[in-house]
């Protein structure tokens, strides 16, 4: 099993105080524990065996800076973490888009969320029954058999109740949308 103890507060404050034996001490001390954060925290191994030498690198240039000797742990784990998240920041803003994504504007973005919001009160609106089935069936990916057995249900009844749930569903979104509260209604031309 792998040392999950930390070195003591004497060593650290003697590394505080510049003593450079306890100073390498407390950095080979302290490797064990960082590498392990690092593993646990970062998006791949490299990136957790960088994030861990820039912690080390941290704790020996500015080991001077931690308040309560302590706190080494916690210092630490936040050191690691942000390193972490530093390196996956950096690897979303280099990383171009594949040639086949598509780029979406905000305008899009918000259609896409108003046409979802519609979908989901349709389902939403469906008797409970044909509802339940929908979901398993539609959102879930369970298979009819799977679906049927689950809600107690023959191969035939959970057909049924899925094919009227879905009619049910395109109907609601082809129809005009009801205006909301305080809209002011459309002109009627002559």
């Known amino acids: 099993m792998a040392d999950t103890t930390w070195p003591d507060g004497e060593l650290i404050t003697a590394a505080q105080h510049g003593d450079i034996d306890a100073l390498t001490a407390l950095v080979s001390g ?10 646990s925290l970062c998006a791949t191994p490299e990136d957790a065996e960088d994030a861990a030498q820039e912690a080390l690198i941290i704790l020996y240039r500015k080991i001077g800076m931690l ?3 302590g706190a080494l742990a916690s210092w630490m784990f936040r050191i690691v973490r942000n390193e972490c998240l ?6 979303r803003t280099h990383d171009p888009l594949p040639e086949d994504t598509p780029v979406h504007s905000a305008e899009e973005v918000a259609l896409q969320r108003i046409e979802a919001g519609r979908v989901a009160a349709a389902v939403a609106a469906l008797p409970p029954d044909q509802r339940r089935v929908l979901i398993m069936r ?9 679906a049927a057995e689950a809600l107690g249900l023959s191969t035939a009844a959970m057909k049924s109740r899925l094919h009227r749930a879905r009619t049910a569903v395109q109907q609601s979104l082809h129809a005009p949308p009801e205006p909301a509260p305080g809209d002011i209604p459309a002109r009627r031309r002559p």
């Open 138 to 146: 539609d959102i879930q990916g369970h298979s009819g058999r799977t």
């Open 67 to 69: 308040r309560a000797t």
């Open 30 to 39: 302290s490797f064990p524990n960082v590498q392990r954060f690092a593993r």
């Open 86 to 91: 530093r390196r996956a920041r950096t690897l």
